[in-house]
């Protein structure tokens, strides 16, 4: 199974919901898709840590947003993880400045996942 | 997730006041089966609608007045939708195939896609297809100077239709197909409308600059509207992507009137990703013969944000030296 597909049937936010190529059974490549997770993860944890922001997987299906206090919050799909974290830490977060991403690039890191 | 109902495909038909968006409906409903279109009509302010049922012979009408689509009757079109589809379920419409949503002339279509896109009841029941846009071949040019209403509705187009082609002539339409790439590079543009294939799907290829800026017509001016494309020369990994613009949506998606993208992903083959605003359509792959290269092409439309740093975001994040072509509307 491709990476996108390895990550797509889980729920219907556009970066897991399509099926594409008939692809539905999100079952059969469930090991993609906990690798295509993981590397979604790493990278988002890199991106907030400066915000003191964890993120962590919740179920296979969702995300646990948890800030320096300790409280958390459950990001349904990636898209909510930038609102919940900008909520809890009182920070933009902001691709297009230039700390988004703190130190060297994943880019070529994921390849090696 | 297996869909146990097929989804209706939901299109969009916009552009200017007097651009032809009726004319265009009419001709496509009567080459279609009785009962096999619904269309919701928008309109803004209280004019009559009896000279559009008329218009509208072989389909049927749900009609949204005294509000614009785009601002305060959104509400309206949803409960309208639901409407459909419950009467779609009871058995009521049995031909149903197809809803066209036709705007006002001055709307932005782009929160109508917006909502039906990020309406999780909607969304199990709608698809939403190729959103049309006419464009007025004499007074068309003057009216994307003067209202930016219409460059938002040319940006939010899969396909523009420009209309009364017959009054203008060749030297015009050159400028004019210009003028509309130069405000969205991605949408398909024909002179010549065939009415029954107007939402035909879009071929999802993006033509690779550079765009032509010289040959843009000279006065064109659109407000804070930019276009502009990107190569990536590249594959794009999955996971860095989508992290990338969820982010880039969740803090600028009001400014992204636009984006759509053919990505080579690593071992997905070509994949389009397409959006308007902080909404974005479910990928799809394109075929394998489409895989011929290990080329990412994205075209961004935006209103007020610096094209420049969104350039030097991707490049940071892919730490690539970028190659792009890019025009710059307002500078024209």
Known sequence: MCEVCAVFGVSQHWTDAADPMGVRNVAAGILENRVERRKRLQLINRILHPSRITVSDWDGESYSVEDAQGRSTIAPDLSAIWRIAEQLSQIHIDPLEADFLPAASPWSDSYRA | ?332
């Open chain 2, 1 to 332: 997730m297996v869909r146990l109902v097929p989804r209706l495909e939901l299109n969009v038909v916009t552009g200017f006041l007097g651009s032809g968006k009726t004319t265009l409906l009419k001709r496509y409903l009567l080459r279609q089966p009785v009962g096999s279109t619904l269309v919701i009509v928008n309109e803004f302010g209280r004019e009559s609608i009896d000279d559009r049922i008329t218009l509208h012979l072989n389909s049927e009408i749900e009609t949204i007045a005294d509000g614009c689509l785009c601002c305060t009757v959104l509400g309206q079109l949803q409960q309208t939708l639901l409407h459909i589809l419950t009467r779609r379920a009871r058995g009521e419409l049995p031909e149903l195939q197809r809803i066209v949503v036709e705007t006002s002339g001055l709307a932005d279509p782009s929160p109508v896609l917006g909502t039906i896109l990020s309406d999780e009841n909607l969304d199990e029941y709608i698809k939403v297809g190729p959103c049309v846009t006419t464009f007025d071949a004499l007074e068309g040019l003057q009216t994307l100077e003067q209202f930016a209403e219409a460059s938002l509705q040319l940006a939010a187009a899969d396909r523009v239709i420009v209309t009364k082609t017959d009054l203008a002539d060749s030297a015009n339409l050159e400028t004019l197909m210009t003028a509309i790439r130069a405000v969205n590079p991605a949408c398909d543009v024909t002179l010549n409308d065939v009415p029954e294939a107007i939402f035909a799907p879009v071929q999802s290829k993006i033509v690779d600059g550079p765009l032509d800026a010289a040959s843009a017509p000279a006065h064109l001016h659109t407000g804070a509207v930019r276009s502009f494309s990107i190569v990536l020369d590249q594959s794009v990994d999955w996971a860095t992507f989508s992290v990338w613009l969820t982010a880039l949506l969740n803090r600028h998606g009001d400014r992204i009137l636009r984006f759509k993208s053919v990505l080579a992903v690593r071992t997905a083959g070509k994949l389009v990703v397409q959006g308007v605003r902080h909404r974005v359509y479910p990928p799809s792959h394109l075929p394998a013969e489409e895989n011929e290269d290990n080329v990412s092409r994205l075209v961004f439309i935006t209103n007020g944000i610096d094209d420049e740093k969104i350039l030097n975001s991707l490049e940071r994040l892919t730490r690539q030296r970028r190659q792009f072509s890019k025009l710059d509307v307002e500078a024209l």
